[in-house]
């Protein structure tokens, strides 16, 4: 199953067959001025006029990357800075699998009275494990050190 992002700004708001299209379950509305929509299907059919999805939800969620970042400070880190797009890359990665909860993040989004903002909470809840990620990034290379000292061919540059 993949999600698609349907670009729907060049149709009047009250077109009847957008219309049907929600009311039938074969689209949402993405988006608070509902320029968009998500669909399950390859091609939408609009005015009897077959047409293709913008893009997948995966590829838009990168729309979302704003450069902005959260820092974490600790004992084991002095300064840790996690980006949005390690969460939009976690998000991407994981967008059809099941979350913690035992949702899938894509259906979770769908399904959502609210697409956009389901789809920013779910990139802040991407968060921790973007931590976790980097920390076992730590670890690995942490251990790699460890095993060049063993070795005798650790330098300090």
């Given at each position: 199953?993949?999600?698609?992002?349907?670009?729907?700004?060049?149709?009047?708001?009250?077109?009847?067959?957008?219309?049907?299209?929600?009311?039938?379950?074969?689209?949402?509305?993405?988006?608070?001025?509902?320029?968009?929509?998500?669909?399950?299907?390859?091609?939408?059919?609009?005015?009897?006029?077959?047409?293709?999805?913008?893009?997948?939800?995966?590829?838009?969620?990168?729309?979302?990357?704003?450069?902005?970042?959260?820092?974490?400070?600790?004992?084991?880190?002095?300064?840790?800075?996690?980006?949005?797009?390690?969460?939009?890359?976690?998000?991407?990665?994981?967008?059809?699998?099941?979350?913690?909860?035992?949702?899938?993040?894509?259906?979770?989004?769908?399904?959502?009275?609210?697409?956009?903002?389901?789809?920013?909470?779910?990139?802040?809840?991407?968060?921790?494990?973007?931590?976790?990620?980097?920390?076992?990034?730590?670890?690995?290379?942490?251990?790699?050190?460890?095993?060049?000292i063993k070795d005798g061919i650790f330098e300090w540059k």
């Open positions: 199953m993949q999600i698609y992002v349907y670009n729907i700004s060049n149709y009047e708001e009250d077109n009847i067959a957008i219309k049907k299209l929600i009311e039938n379950g074969s689209a949402v509305f993405f988006g608070q001025d509902q320029t968009r929509l998500l669909s399950k299907d390859v091609f939408l059919s609009i005015d009897n006029i077959a047409i293709k999805p913008e893009c997948d939800l995966k590829e838009f969620i990168d729309y979302y990357n704003d450069g902005s970042h959260v820092t974490v400070t600790n004992d084991l880190f002095d300064i840790l800075e996690i980006g949005i797009e390690e969460s939009i890359s976690y998000l991407q990665e994981n967008l059809y699998s099941k979350d913690d909860s035992g949702f899938v993040y894509a259906e979770r989004i769908y399904n959502s009275d609210n697409p956009e903002e389901e789809t920013s909470k779910i990139l802040d809840e991407c968060v921790i494990p973007s931590i976790y990620n980097r920390i076992e990034k730590y670890k690995k290379k942490a251990e790699e050190i460890k095993q060049n």
